[in-house]
C-alpha cells in the first residue's frame, strides 16, 4: 500500500494552517444580534463604537432599511432628484461619523426633529450607512433600492411589491 | 509473450514499473491513478460528512426542547444552510463519482480511466469547492439562506456582503468537478469496456452510472447558470430576479429545481447500482429481470427530469400544471417499484447468504421504501400544500436519501473494502454499527413525520412549549444521536480492520464481476491481461479467456466498440502530471475573484488559457497507421 | 364535495383522537377546521391506507425471501447460472400492476381534491388583504360601512361557514401563508399576486406561521387566527373599524403623548391620533388581539413593556428599534396601549 503523503505535509495541513486562518478571521461580515445597543450619541470622531457599526456590513445594510422606513429615502433616496443626493457631496467633502451623526439628528427643515425621534441605535445604523454611500457603486444602490420598492417610506407606502 | 511463472513475474514488474507514481509527496500531487484518486476523494467526503453530521447534532440538540437558547437564530441559520449544502453538493454527489472512479475501470477490466488527468482535476477542483464553503465556516461569514437560497431574501437588498456569493460559487466548483467526472466516467463505460462486454452484458451498477452521469450533464448547467445570475444581480445588477426591475423571483426557483430535482436521482441512482451488485454476489445468481431493471434505471433518469415543479407546489402556479406534475411524479414510483421487485426477488430465488453487505441492503430496503411512500404523499399538489415545508418533509428526504443512499454507501464500503484493503471488515462490529445507525435512524426521523402532521415548520430555530412538539423533538435527537455513535462504531471497524481484519484473497465473497479477478488490493496496474467477456456473469463462468497484446513497457489501454465491445485500437494511457492540479487552482483563483469583481472573469482567463495549453501540449506525432490516419 | 362533509369530518375523528395530550392541535393538518383542511385530510388518510398496504407487501416478500437467507447454512454455495423464473416473471406483472392501480387511484383521488380546491373560488364572500414583511403580517379588511380598508396585524378574524379570499403580498421576500387547521399553505411571493381560498367551519382559535425560509427570524412569524360566528366577526370588523379610543386617565394621557410625540409614531399607526407611520404593524386595537410580536408573547402589560424596551432579547435581529423610556414612561405607555381595545 503506498504512503501517501510524508509526515510534514500531514503536520504542515493539520496544524499550521488552521491556525492560520483563526487569526485573519474577518469582522466584516460579522453578524451579532442581541440586546446590546448604543445608548448615546457618538463621543467624538474616534469613539471606539464607530468601528463597529461603520465597518460591519449588517450595520451598514440596516441603515439603509431604516433609511426608507424613517423617510430618508423619500428626499435621498437613489431616485431624488440631484440637489438632495447625498452620494456626490459626500464624495467630495468626506465627513467624521460624529459630523454626520450630528447632521442628520439635529436635521435642518424637517417636520420632526430626528434627535428625539430615531433611536439611537438606528441613527448609528442610519449614519454608517450615509457614510457608506460614495463607496456603492449608482447602478450597485438602484438594484438595492428596487429590490427594496415594497418597503414603506416613512409615512407612506406605496403598497407591496406587485 | 514467454508462459510459466517467470514470464508472469516479468510481466509484473514491466507492468508495475509503466504504471507506478512517483514518490512522496510529489507522487501525491501528480497520481493520475484512479484508485489513488478515488480513496482520497472518499475520505474527503467522509471527512465532510462527518463534518455536516456535527452540525446536524448542533441543531439537533438545538431543537430537543422547546424554547431553548443555546443556538440564536443567526448561527442555527448558518447550521442548516451548511448541513444541507455539504450534504447535497459536497458529500452525496461526489462520493458516489468516487465510488465509480475506483471502481468503473476495475469492473471493465481496465487499467484506468479514459481521461486520467481529468479525474485529478475533478478531485483539485472538487477540493476546492469544500474549501470555498468550509474555510468561510471558519472565517465568520458562513452563508445562511439555507441550501437554495432565493431571492430576494438572497438578492443585493436583503442578503448585503458575500456570504451568498460564496455558496453560490461553491456550486459552480463543485458542479464543474461532477461534470468533469460524469465526462470521465460515459466515456470509459462506453469505450473502453473489455472485449466482448456488450452493452447487454454490462454489470447494472456500470449501467446506473452511465444513466446518473447522463443525468449530471444535463441537470447540472441549470444550477451554474441560475447561481451565476443571482452572483450577476449582486456584482452588477442585473435585474434576473428583480421584481420591480421586470425580473422573476419564480425563474430562479424553476432553474435551480430544474437541476434539484434530477440531482436526488443522480444521488440515488448509483445507489442503486451499489445494491443489485451487492444482491447478485449474496443472492449467488445473476439478477432477476435484468432488462427491467435496464429499462427501469433509464426510466427514472429520464422521468427524473419532468417532476421539478413538486418542489413548487405551493408558490401558486395554475392548477391543473400542479396536477400534470402530481402524475409525473407518482410515475416515477413505477420504475422504482419494479426494482425492488426484482432486488426481492433475487434473493428469494437464489441460493442467499447473510453477510454484512446483505444486510444493509435489507436496511435500505424497509428504509427507502417508508421514504418512497411519504413520497407518493407529497407528490399529490394538493395534500403538499400541507406538508410541504414542515418536518414531514425533512423527514421523507432523509428517508429516502439515507435510506436510498447512505445505506447502500455504506454497505458498499463492507463489500468492497476487502478489494481495496485485502482484508475484511469485522462482521461483529458491522451488524453492531449497521443496528445502531438504522435503528438510531428510525427513532430519530420517524418522529419527524409526526411533527410534521402536527404543525411543525422546517428550518425554524426554536418553537413555542404550548405547540407540545417538545417531546418528539427529543426522540428525534434521542435517535440521532444512536445514529451518530453507529456511525462512529463503523468508522472505527473500518481503521481497525485495516490493521488487524481477516485477510482476503481476490475474491472473498464469490461475486461473478471483473474487479474480483485482480488481487485484493489491486496492483497500480490492475489487471495482468485484459479479459474478454462472454456472459453476464464473466467470474461464474469455468474458463476466461485473456486477450493479449496490451503493452507492458507503458501505459496503454486497450478501446473497444460502443456496442459490440469489439477491440478497435490501442490508446496511450496518460501517466502522471502537474497539471490538473495547476488547472484547478487557475480555475479557482477566477471562481473566487469573480466574487469581488467581474474583471476576475477576464483575468482569470488567462491562466487558464495558459495552464490548458500546457495540459492539451501534444506529445507526439499525429498517427500515420490505424484508424485515425483517415484524417 | 359537500354531500360527504360530515363523512369526512367523522372519519377525521381517528388521527384527532392522536392528538389528545399529545399535541396542542391549534396548528396541525390532522384536526380540521375548514373544508380544505378536511378535504386534504381525506386524502391523507385515503394515501395512508394505500401506502401502508403496499408497504406491508413489500416487507412481507422480503421476509420471504430472508427466511430463505437464513435458513441455508452453506457458506459459499454454488452460483445458479439460469434459474427457472416463471412465476417470477409472473408475479412482476401482478407487482407492477398493483402498483399502477394503485398510482392511478392516489393520482385521480388527488385531482379529485384539487378540483375541490378550486371550487372554493365560486364561493367568496370576503376578501382580506394579507401583506408578509420581515418577520409579521399585516392583515387588512374592507369595512362594509365606510368601504375603506381597516388594518390590523398578526391576527386574523375569519367568519364560519363562508369563504373567504385571502389576498397576498409580500413586502420584502418569499414568505408563506399557513393556517394547517384551515387549509394549505399559499407562498407570498414578491411581484406575483397569489390568493388562497379557505372556508373554515369550526369555530375558535388557531395559529398560523409562516411557511418558508424568511430571513433570521423566520421561526417567529406566526400569527394568530379566530374562527368566528357570522355575526361576531361583522362586531369583531365594526370595532377594528373605529378610531383608537381617547386616554382615559392622566397615566395614558402621558402615554398617548409620548407614543404619537415620540419614537412610536414615526413607524406606527394609532388611527385618529398623529401617529401616522407605515413601516409598523397597526396599533389602533393591539389591546384587543390575543398576542404581540407576530404571535409569540401573549398580549399583556408585561410583555408590552419587555417588547417595547428590549425587542431583541425576545425576537433577535427583529426591526423592532429598542425604544429606552424612563420607568414611569415605560409603564404610562404600556397603560395607555393596553387601553386600545
Given at each position: 500500500m503506498?504512503?501517501y503523503?510524508?509526515?510534514?505535509f500531514r ?5 499550521v494552517l ?35 457599526f461603520?465597518?460591519n456590513?449588517?450595520?451598514v ?6 433609511f ?7 428626499c435621498h ?6 440637489s438632495h443626493?447625498?452620494?456626490p457631496?459626500?464624495?467630495q467633502?468626506?465627513?467624521a ?6 447632521m442628520i ?5 424637517v417636520?420632526?426633529?430626528y ?5 439611537t441605535?438606528?441613527l448609528?445604523?442610519?449614519?454608517a450607512y450615509v ?10 444602490r438602484r ?7 415594497g ?5 407612506q ?6 | ?9 516479468l510481466r509484473?514488474a514491466e507492468?508495475?514499473?509503466?504504471w ?10 501528480v497520481?493520475?491513478?484512479h ?5 482520497r476523494y472518499?475520505?474527503t467526503?467522509?471527512f465532510l460528512l ?6 446536524a447534532?448542533?441543531m439537533?440538540?438545538q ?6 437558547h ?9 447550521s442548516f444552510?451548511?448541513?444541507?449544502s455539504?450534504?447535497?453538493?459536497l458529500?452525496s ?7 465509480a472512479?475506483w471502481?468503473?475501470p476495475?469492473?471493465l477490466?481496465?487499467r484506468?480511466?479514459?481521461f486520467?488527468r481529468?479525474?485529478?482535476f ?6 476546492g ?7 468561510p ?8 439562506l439555507?441550501?437554495?437560497e432565493y431571492?430576494p431574501l ?6 448585503p456582503?458575500?456570504?451568498v456569493?460564496?455558496?453560490?460559487q461553491?456550486?459552480?466548483f ?6 468533469a ?9 462506453l469505450k473502453?469496456r473489455p472485449p ?5 452484458r454490462m454489470?447494472?451498477?456500470l449501467w ?8 449530471t ?9 441560475t447561481?451565476?445570475?443571482l452572483?450577476?444581480d449582486r ?5 434576473f430576479?428583480s421584481?420591480?426591475g421586470g425580473?422573476?423571483?419564480l425563474?430562479?426557483?424553476?432553474l435551480?429545481w430544474f437541476f434539484?430535482?434530477p ?6 441512482i448509483?445507489?442503486?447500482?451499489f445494491?443489485s ?10 439478477i432477476?429481470?435484468y ?19 413538486h418542489?413548487m ?5 395554475p392548477?391543473l ?5 402530481t402524475?409525473?411524479s407518482?410515475?416515477?414510483?413505477l ?18 447468504r447473510?453477510a454484512t453487505?446483505?444486510?444493509w441492503?435489507v436496511?435500505f430496503?424497509?428504509?427507502f ?12 399538489a ?5 406538508l410541504t ?6 423527514a ?13 454507501l455504506?454497505g458498499a ?8 484493503t485485502?482484508r ?13 445507525i438504522?435503528?438510531?435512524?428510525n ?12 404543525g411543525?415548520?422546517r428550518?425554524v ?9 417538545g417531546?418528539?423533538?427529543?426522540l428525534a435527537?434521542?435517535g440521532?444521536t444512536i445514529?451518530?455513535?453507529g456511525?462512529?462504531v463503523?468508522v472505527?471497524?473500518?481503521l481497525?480492520?485495516?490493521w488487524?481484519?481477516?485477510?482476503a484473497?481476490?475474491d ?11 488481487p485484493s488490493?489491486?496492483?497500480?496496474y490492475n489487471?495482468d ?9 464473466p ?5 476466461l479467456l485473456a ?5 507492458t513497457?507503458?501505459r ?10 469489439e477491440?478497435?485500437y490501442r490508446?496511450?494511457s ?5 497539471w490538473p492540479l495547476?488547472?484547478?487552482v487557475?480555475?479557482?483563483i ?14 482569470g482567463a ?6 490548458l ?6 506529445t507526439?506525432e499525429?498517427?500515420?497507421?490505424g ?5 | 364535495?359537500?354531500?360527504t ?5 367523522g372519519a377525521a375523528?381517528?388521527p384527532v383522537?392522536?392528538?389528545?395530550g399529545a399535541?396542542?392541535g391549534?396548528?396541525s ?12 385530510l381525506?386524502?391523507?388518510q385515503?394515501m395512508?391506507?394505500v401506502c ?15 427466511v ?10 454454488e452460483?445458479?447460472l439460469?434459474p427457472?423464473?416463471r412465476t417470477?416473471?409472473r ?18 383521488a ?10 372554493a ?10 401583506t ?5 403580517w399585516?392583515?387588512a ?7 375603506r ?8 378574524h375569519?367568519?364560519?361557514g363562508r369563504t373567504?379570499?385571502?389576498?397576498l403580498a409580500?413586502?420584502?421576500v418569499?414568505h ?6 384551515v387549509?394549505?399553505k399559499?407562498d407570498?411571493i414578491p ?15 388557531f395559529r398560523?406561521?409562516?411557511a418558508?425560509?424568511?430571513g433570521?427570524?423566520?421561526a417567529?412569524m406566526a ?9 361576531e366577526?361583522?362586531?369583531w370588523?365594526a370595532?377594528?373599524a373605529?378610531?383608537a ?11 398617548f ?10 413607524c406606527?399607526?394609532?388611527?385618529g391620533?398623529?401617529a401616522?407611520?407605515?413601516p409598523?404593524?397597526?396599533?389602533t386595537?393591539?389591546a384587543s388581539?390575543?398576542s404581540?410580536?407576530a404571535?409569540?408573547l401573549?398580549m ?19 426591526m423592532m428599534?429598542?425604544v ?8 404610562a405607555?404600556?397603560h395607555?396601549l393596553e387601553?386600545?381595545?
Amino acid at each position: 500500500m503506498q504512503r501517501y503523503a510524508s509526515f510534514t505535509f500531514r503536520a504542515a495541513t493539520s496544524l499550521v494552517l488552521p491556525g492560520v486562518f483563526a487569526l485573519v478571521a474577518c469582522t466584516k461580515e460579522g453578524r451579532t444580534l442581541g440586546p446590546e445597543q448604543p445608548l448615546t450619541p457618538p463621543v467624538g470622531a474616534s469613539d471606539k463604537r464607530i468601528g463597529v457599526f461603520q465597518n460591519n456590513l449588517y450595520q451598514v445594510s440596516q441603515g439603509g432599511r431604516y433609511f426608507s422606513w424613517y423617510g430618508c429615502a423619500g428626499c435621498h433616496g437613489s431616485t431624488a432628484p440631484n440637489s438632495h443626493d447625498l452620494a456626490p457631496d459626500l464624495a467630495q467633502h468626506p465627513r467624521a461619523f460624529d459630523a454626520i451623526y450630528a447632521m442628520i439628528a439635529d436635521h435642518p427643515r424637517v417636520p420632526v426633529h430626528y434627535r428625539d425621534r430615531i433611536p439611537t441605535e438606528q441613527l448609528w445604523q442610519i449614519t454608517a450607512y450615509v457614510r457608506a454611500l460614495p463607496a456603492t457603486k449608482p447602478e450597485l444602490r438602484r438594484r438595492q433600492d428596487l429590490d427594496e420598492a415594497g418597503e414603506p417610506q416613512g409615512a407612506q407606502w406605496a403598497g407591496p411589491v406587485r | 509473450m514467454s508462459a510459466g511463472a517467470d514470464g508472469v513475474e516479468l510481466r509484473r514488474a514491466e507492468l508495475a514499473e509503466a504504471w507506478r507514481d512517483p514518490p512522496g509527496l510529489w507522487g501525491f500531487l501528480v497520481t493520475v491513478d484512479h484508485k489513488r484518486l478515488a480513496a482520497r476523494y472518499i475520505v474527503t467526503t467522509m471527512f465532510l460528512l462527518f463534518l455536516a453530521g456535527l452540525l446536524a447534532m448542533d441543531m439537533r440538540i438545538q431543537l430537543s426542547a422547546p424554547g431553548l437558547h443555546r443556538m440564536g437564530p443567526q448561527l442555527y441559520n448558518e447550521s442548516f444552510s451548511l448541513h444541507g449544502s455539504t450534504m447535497l453538493f459536497l458529500v452525496s454527489v461526489p462520493v458516489m463519482e468516487a465510488m465509480a472512479l475506483w471502481l468503473v475501470p476495475l469492473m471493465l477490466g481496465q487499467r484506468n480511466m479514459a481521461f486520467p488527468r481529468l479525474a485529478a482535476f475533478s478531485y483539485w477542483l472538487y477540493l476546492g469547492g469544500a474549501l470555498m464553503l468550509w474555510v468561510p465556516h471558519a472565517l465568520d461569514i458562513t452563508p445562511d439562506l439555507g441550501w437554495f437560497e432565493y431571492p430576494p431574501l438572497s438578492g443585493p437588498g436583503y442578503a448585503p456582503g458575500h456570504r451568498v456569493d460564496i455558496w453560490a460559487q461553491m456550486i459552480t466548483f463543485t458542479e464543474v468537478a461532477a461534470l468533469a467526472a460524469s465526462v470521465n466516467i460515459i466515456a470509459t463505460i462506453l469505450k473502453l469496456r473489455p472485449p466482448g462486454m456488450t452493452l447487454a452484458r454490462m454489470p447494472l451498477f456500470l449501467w446506473a452510472m452511465l444513466i446518473a452521469s447522463l443525468m449530471t450533464i444535463f441537470a447540472l448547467p441549470a444550477i451554474m447558470l441560475t447561481t451565476s445570475m443571482l452572483i450577476a444581480d449582486r456584482l452588477v445588477a442585473t435585474h434576473f430576479f428583480s421584481p420591480s426591475g421586470g425580473g422573476d423571483v419564480l425563474l430562479f426557483q424553476h432553474l435551480y429545481w430544474f437541476f434539484g430535482h434530477p440531482e436526488v436521482y443522480i444521488i440515488f441512482i448509483p445507489a442503486v447500482g451499489f445494491v443489485s451488485s451487492i444482491v447478485e454476489t449474496f443472492s449467488r445468481r445473476p439478477i432477476f429481470g435484468y432488462p427491467a431493471m435496464v429499462l427501469s434505471v433509464l426510466a427514472i433518469g429520464v422521468l427524473a427530469f419532468g417532476l421539478w415543479v413538486h418542489h413548487m407546489f405551493a408558490v401558486g402556479l395554475p392548477r391543473l400544471g400542479n396536477d400534470f406534475y402530481t402524475a409525473a411524479s407518482m410515475t416515477i414510483a413505477l420504475p422504482a417499484g419494479v426494482q425492488i421487485f426484482c432486488w426481492i426477488a433475487t434473493i428469494f430465488s437464489g441460493r442467499p447468504r447473510m453477510a454484512t453487505p446483505l444486510l444493509w441492503v435489507v436496511g435500505f430496503l424497509v428504509t427507502f421504501v417508508i421514504g418512497g411512500m411519504s413520497g407518493i404523499m407529497t407528490a399529490s399538489a394538493p395534500l403538499d400544500l400541507q406538508l410541504t415545508d414542515t418536518y414531514f418533509v425533512v423527514a421523507h428526504f432523509h428517508y429516502v436519501l439515507v435510506g436510498g443512499a447512505i445505506f447502500p454507501l455504506l454497505g458498499a464500503f463492507c463489500y468492497w473494502y476487502p478489494k481495496a484493503t485485502g482484508r475484511l471488515m469485522s462482521e461483529r462490529l458491522g451488524v453492531l454499527a449497521f443496528a445502531l445507525i438504522v435503528g438510531g435512524f428510525n427513532i430519530g426521523f420517524f418522529p419527524m413525520h409526526v411533527l410534521g402532521l402536527w404543525g411543525m415548520p422546517r428550518r425554524v430555530y426554536t418553537y413555542p412549549a404550548e405547540m407540545g412538539w417538545g417531546p418528539l423533538n427529543m426522540l428525534a435527537t434521542i435517535g440521532s444521536t444512536i445514529a451518530v455513535i453507529g456511525g462512529l462504531v463503523f468508522v472505527a471497524n473500518a481503521l481497525w480492520s485495516y490493521w488487524r481484519g481477516e485477510r482476503a484473497g481476490a475474491d472473498p465473497w464469490g461475486g461473478h464481476t471483473l474487479e474480483w479477478l485482480c488481487p485484493s488490493p489491486p496492483p497500480s496496474y490492475n489487471f495482468d491481461s485484459t479479459p474478454t467477456v462472454r456472459s453476464i456473469t464473466p467470474l461464474w463462468e469455468p474458463e476466461l479467456l485473456a486477450y493479449d497484446g496490451i503493452a507492458t513497457t507503458k501505459r496503454e489501454l486497450l478501446v473497444t466498440s460502443v456496442m459490440e465491445a469489439e477491440p478497435i485500437y490501442r490508446q496511450n494511457s496518460v501517466g502522471p502530471s502537474i497539471w490538473p492540479l495547476v488547472a484547478a487552482v487557475a480555475v479557482s483563483i477566477l471562481f473566487v475573484g469573480s466574487i469581488f469583481t467581474p474583471w476576475a472573469l477576464v483575468w482569470g482567463a488567462l491562466p487558464i488559457a495558459i495552464t490548458l495549453s500546457l495540459w492539451f501540449w501534444p506529445t507526439r506525432e499525429r498517427a500515420k497507421t490505424g484508424p485515425l490516419r483517415k484524417r | 364535495m359537500g354531500g360527504t362533509g360530515s363523512m369526512r369530518r367523522g372519519a377525521a375523528l381517528v388521527p384527532v383522537m392522536l392528538l389528545v395530550g399529545a399535541c396542542s392541535g391549534v396548528q396541525s393538518p390532522l384536526a380540521p377546521a375548514g373544508e380544505q383542511a378536511a378535504d386534504q385530510l381525506w386524502l391523507f388518510q385515503l394515501m395512508l391506507w394505500v401506502c401502508g398496504i403496499l408497504y406491508l407487501l413489500v416487507v412481507g416478500f422480503l421476509g420471504l425471501a430472508l427466511v430463505r437467507v437464513f435458513r441455508n447454512t452453506s457458506r459459499l454455495a454454488e452460483p445458479e447460472l439460469a434459474p427457472a423464473d416463471r412465476t417470477l416473471d409472473r408475479s412482476l406483472l401482478v407487482w407492477a400492476s398493483i402498483i399502477i392501480a394503485g398510482l392511478t387511484l392516489l393520482a385521480g383521488a388527488s385531482f379529485v381534491v384539487d378540483r375541490a380546491l378550486a371550487a372554493a373560488q365560486a364561493r367568496e364572500a370576503l376578501r382580506v388583504r394579507v401583506t408578509a414583511h420581515q418577520w409579521w403580517w399585516r392583515i387588512a379588511y374592507r369595512d362594509p360601512a365606510s368601504g375603506r380598508w381597516v388594518e390590523t396585524a398578526n391576527e386574523l378574524h375569519l367568519p364560519a361557514g363562508r369563504t373567504a379570499r385571502i389576498e397576498l403580498a409580500s413586502a420584502d421576500v418569499i414568505h408563506s401563508f399557513w393556517v394547517p387547521n384551515v387549509a394549505g399553505k399559499m407562498d407570498v411571493i414578491p411581484g406575483r399576486a397569489n390568493a388562497i381560498d379557505v372556508t373554515p367551519h369550526r369555530l375558535g382559535w388557531f395559529r398560523g406561521q409562516c411557511a418558508e425560509f424568511c430571513g433570521v427570524q423566520h421561526a417567529k412569524m406566526a400569527f394568530d387566527v379566530k374562527v368566528d360566528t357570522p355575526a361576531e366577526f361583522a362586531a369583531w370588523l365594526a370595532t377594528q373599524a373605529r378610531s383608537a379610543a381617547a386616554p382615559a386617565d392622566p397615566v395614558a394621557a402621558r402615554g398617548f403623548q409620548i407614543v404619537t410625540q415620540g419614537q412610536c409614531a414615526m413607524c406606527h399607526v394609532v388611527r385618529g391620533t398623529a401617529a401616522a407611520g407605515r413601516p409598523g404593524p397597526d396599533l389602533t386595537h393591539i389591546a384587543s388581539r390575543r398576542s404581540i410580536a407576530a404571535g409569540i408573547l401573549s398580549m399583556n402589560r408585561g410583555n408590552l413593556q419587555g417588547w417595547i424596551a428590549q425587542p431583541q432579547a425576545l425576537k433577535p435581529g427583529t426591526m423592532m428599534p429598542a425604544v429606552t423610556l424612563e420607568p414611569g414612561d415605560a409603564d404610562a405607555v404600556a397603560h395607555y396601549l393596553e387601553q386600545l381595545k
